[in-house]
């Protein structure tokens, strides 16, 4: 079997070459395009034909920004349409209305196509937006989701699609780097990325710089914090992506002005770096607006540090499995970040047992073969 997937955010490259390399490994032989950059890996042995592959060529080399433009036009409304016959099924991930177009070509050419929700697709979608994406529910051979956004799913539509959906998930790769981490590693990149915090409870904030993610509302609870407990904690705020301009300027701004000790991350970070923040975090604070089941949340629960997560994020398949975390509503952060840190050891031991549920969830060897049986039916 021969699948195509079309993926948005140049940012999961890494996720999407391996699940790629995964699932080439048990017969599904997959490739996989970026369509913000037109970058691809190829796994399988379907031939493209030269002039698309000239075309994505020319489009990644040349520094004629408004030829680049016309060409990723080009490709996306032209040439991209005329790889899907060679392909046994097209996998469309994280779906928006533009997808459309490319779903009528796949419906006109007799093409199998299935449909990967990510999260904000369906969780940060208008009214309008839900009508634009029935067109694809409607036509497509299979949906495959989490759990949680299968609860969503289900609040916009009802039990319409239920036939079609497949409750799947990523394996999640940060597991294997938190793994190859000795404790040399560990106490090296804590003082290259944070300095010295002496024995300060690392506090990390959020994953991304999304202005969605509340980061006002963590640096306002940590202010609330008594003078004492402020200086228990040094916060740490991963913001290495989807940055507005001028965003993280503010967020510093608050933080300088509520006296909070803290490291804003906002350059790139290479796999173990990211395992190092997962390793060294105490305590992890998510009140982000919606969260589909972040891999980055995964592996801090994989460490068993404390997490403290907003009440309002449908996290169902943590629940159902026995996951511990604390729930929390936006104005009682600093509430609960107070209580751990007046009884961290006993909330640690509570989070231990984390490490063996995720372990045993969210690996690849424990993700891939259903992943791989969905293609097959």
Known sequence: MNVLIIYPFYNQRELMHNFASRLTEKGVHTDVINISQYRFEKFSEVKWPKSFLKLVNFAN??????????????????????????YDVIDFHAYYPSYNKWMKSCIDNNVKFDITLWGSDLMRATEERKQQLRFGFDHCYKIKLTGNLHDVLKEYYGALYDDKC??????????????????????????????????????????????????????????????????????????????????????????DKKGVSYTILDHFLDPAEVAVIRKTADIVINVQDTDALS?????????????????????????????????TSMDGIAEHLKDVLRDFSKYKTLSAGNHDIIGRLFTWEATIGKQTAVYGE
């Open 295 to 327: 891999g980055s949340l995964q592996s801090h629960l994989y460490c068993g540090n404390v997490c403290i997560f907003g009440e309002w994020l449908n996290y169902s398949p943590f629940i159902n499995n026995g996951v511990y975390y604390i729930k």
């Open 166 to 255: 497949r409750l799947v998930y990523f394996g999640n790769s940060g597991l294997d780097d938190i793994e190859s981490l000795d404790h040399q590693k560990v106490d090296e990149g804590k003082k290259k990325l944070y300095g010295d915090t002496g024995n300060k409870k690392i506090v990390v904030c959020g994953y991304n710089s999304i202005p969605s993610q509340n980061h006002m509302k963590m640096v306002e609870a940590l202010s609330k914090l008594s003078p004492e407990e402020r200086n228990a904690v040094h916060a740490v705020f991963p913001m290495t992506y989807g940055a507005r301009p001028g965003y993280i300027d503010d967020v510093r701004s608050e933080l």
């Open 61 to 86: 080399n040349s520094k004629w920004s408004f030829g680049v433009k016309f060409l990723k036009r080009l490709l996306s409304n032209v040439y991209l349409q005329k790889l899907f016959p060679l």
